[in-house]
């Protein structure tokens, strides 16, 4: 069994990014520059929008964190993103979602600039992906690529069953897998909860990519041996053992089910980091623009 090591795969992206970067600015180059959005005060939202402010100090980009409370009009939230679009020197811009139920998350999202949607949400960015043209990939599925491969995971020809359909993970996901590209080349089925006897289809599944944000809800039960687990689901329970308080869990019951797979990522230091690395990637993709 190989872990698929996200956090430190992220690390070395972000080395590679780095270095980029200085040889961009040490020839009279832009420093890339990431905007988001945080509308609200939620606790998870925080700590990604955080991790993402973060992660672009380290690369050397500059970053704009705009803050706008959890009643903003719509109006108001659509005017922010439009000012954004026109200001130049902001290459990427991502809105960190979920967004207050008054508020229509898909406008937002149709209201960015699709050159600086580096989160890759955009329909026409979504749009170019299904047909295979440059773009933007969404964070989160280009980063388990990204993992696939630094990891030379065999997909081609394999059996890959997403289970999830979000527009941001399982849906993309199953997409990318399907598409002639290494990684890719799979047998996609994409599950959900209206598919009938998930066990029989997980039971038949090489890579198995669980998106749906129920804690361990993958079993040992439900696998084949030498499966290839990406558990994307991210949990945030109470727990007396951390110094936070909390603690994050997967969808995968990992302790139980990993000496059963040929790899498996573990939550966290799996997907988590990897998507960060990969809005990063689009970000300077966008500022090389
Ligand atoms: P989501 O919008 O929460 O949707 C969940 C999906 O799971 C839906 O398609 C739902 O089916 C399906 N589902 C629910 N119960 C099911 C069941 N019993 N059997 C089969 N399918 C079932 O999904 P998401 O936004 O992709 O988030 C999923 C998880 O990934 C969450 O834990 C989230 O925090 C995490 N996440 C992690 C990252 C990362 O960077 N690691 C990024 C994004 C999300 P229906 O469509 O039929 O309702």
Redesign the pocket.
Same mark, same amino acid.
């Given at each position: 069994m190989i872990i698929l090591d996200g956090k430190k795969t992220a690390n070395d992206i972000k080395e590679e990014i780095a270095l980029e970067v200085t040889s961009i600015v040490s020839s009279g180059g832009k420093v890339p520059h990431l905007s988001a959005i945080l509308v609200g005060t939620d606790g998870a939202s925080e700590t990604y929008v955080n991790a993402k402010v973060k992660a672009c100090e380290k690369v050397g980009f500059k970053s704009t964190l705009i803050r706008l409370s959890e009643d903003v009009s719509q109006e108001d939230l659509l005017a922010e993103v439009e000012k954004i679009n026109k200001n130049s020197d902001i290459d990427g811009l991502i809105v960190q979602l979920p967004l207050p139920s008054h508020v229509d998350e898909m406008k937002v999202t149709e209201a960015i600039d699709p050159e600086k949607d580096v989160d890759g949400f955009h329909p026409s960015n979504i749009g170019r992906m299904v047909l295979n043209l440059p773009t933007y990939l969404p964070a $989160?599925p280009a980063g388990i690529l990204e993992l696939l491969k630094r990891y030379n995971v065999e997909t081609s020809g394999k059996h890959c069953v997403v *289970?999830?359909? /979000?527009h *941001? !993970? #399982?849906s993309p996901m199953s997409i990318l897998m399907g598409r002639n590209t290494n990684p890719g080349n799979c047998t996609v089925t994409l599950?959900? /909860?209206? $598919?009938k006897n998930?066990q029989e289809i997980t039971k038949t599944a090489d890579i198995l990519i669980v998106?749906?944000?129920?804690v361990e809800f993958i079993t040992s039960d439900m696998l084949k041996d030498g499966v290839c687990i990406i558990d !994307? #689901? *991210?949990?945030r329970v109470k727990s007396d053992k951390t110094k936070s308080g909390w603690k994050l869990l997967g969808?995968v019951d990992f302790e139980n089910v990993k000496h059963m797979c040929s790899f498996i990522t573990p939550v966290p230091g799996g !997907? #988590?980091p990897m $998507?960060i690395a990969m809005l990063l990637k689009n970000t300077l993709l966008s500022s090389k623009k």
């Open positions: $989160t *289970i999830g359909r /979000s *941001i !993970v #399982g599950t959900h /909860s209206r $598919t998930l998106a749906l944000g129920r !994307v #689901g *991210i949990t969808d !997907v #988590g $998507t």
